[in-house]
């Protein structure tokens, strides 16, 4: 069982053709087909079946993908390892962040590419949920998100800072001159909030059921960009936290009046057991400086 031939079978895994996955690997569509072939005779076992021009993963293909994965990528960390230990500066950085967190992550792109300019940074936008499952050794080599509920001791954390959830709404917006407001009050603005699975979503939702209140949801979008955008027409409110909005200097921020705790506690989240890259060590270090703890 060579590498190449699980690195050949994870990606017809990922695009289902053979063909897809031949031009992606830049090899051709009869050499990926014998490779797989191979791998197949070596654990006697069809890894995948062949409906026409589509290949569907096997159960055996389905339980066999996590551990080739990991395989593909504790090799990776071999790599990484040696070029660490030879101070070679290359290489590439992979970041899992949630939307909310764009603003801190930018600041630090910006310091850490002029510091280490030949690593290559890979970073993936997604929800909470999405990204700590993604967390598992084989994706992120960390991931910039609020503390989502329920979250278990899976993870090595890292406390970044604390943020308020606010009324966040356009200088024209009609409430835009309040000095707080009600959760009563807010139920009845016609809201444009994040998706479900967002921390923030499903933090404002507990609180307004814990109040026997329903928010008016007239648009959910997966884009913490696109909400701010939307909110410069005057018409919708939203409720985010301070970090998403830091900079944007036409939103007013609106606090929220109630006794129960609005404050989220933005995270990096580590995956456990797992080699750390220098370069996510000197990244980390950036994001501690900028958020007042180096």
């Not at 290949?55 to 996590?66: D, H, K, M, W, Y």
């Not at 750390?276 to 958020?291: E, G, M, Q, W, Y």
Request: charged residues 25%.
């Amino acid at each position: 069982m060579e590498l190449r031939q699980l690195k050949y079978f994870k990606e017809a895994c990922e695009r289902q053709n053979f063909s897809e996955a031949a031009r992606v690997l830049h090899i051709s569509q009869s050499t990926l087909s014998q490779q797989i072939k191979q791998l197949e005779d070596e654990l006697d076992i069809l890894l995948f079946d062949r409906i026409g021009k589509r290949i569907v993963p096997t159960e055996a293909g389905r339980a066999f993908l996590p551990y080739a994965a990991r395989a593909l990528h504790d090799a990776d960390d071999g790599r990484q390892i040696i070029r660490d230990l030879q101070g070679i500066e290359a290489g590439v950085l992979h970041i899992g962040v949630t939307y909310s967190m764009s603003p801190l992550l930018v600041a630090a792109l910006e310091l850490f590419s002029k510091a280490h300019p030949k690593i290559q940074v890979k970073v993936t936008f997604d929800t909470s949920e999405e990204l700590l499952k993604q967390l598992d050794g084989t994706g992120p080599d960390f991931v910039l998100s609020f503390m989502p509920e329920g979250v278990t001791g899976e993870f090595e954390t890292l406390p970044l800072f604390s943020s308020r959830l606010n009324f966040i709404v356009h200088k024209s917006h009609p409430l835009a001159e309040l000095s707080s407001i009600t959760l009563k009050r807010l139920s009845q603005v016609p809201l444009i909030l994040p998706a479900a699975g967002f921390a923030t979503r499903k933090k404002i939702e507990e609180l307004c059921a814990s109040h026997q209140l329903t928010l008016s949801i007239g648009v959910e979008l997966d884009d913490v960009h696109t909400i701010i955008h939307a909110l410069k027409g005057g018409r919708w409110g939203t409720i985010l936290t301070q970090a998403a909005v830091k900079g944007e200097q036409e939103l007013v921020q609106v606090p929220i009046l109630c006794n129960d705790h609005l404050t989220s506690h933005g995270f990096l989240f580590w995956p456990q057991g797992v080699y750390r890259k220098k370069s996510a060590i000197a990244f980390v270090d950036f994001l501690l400086k900028i958020v007042g703890k180096r």
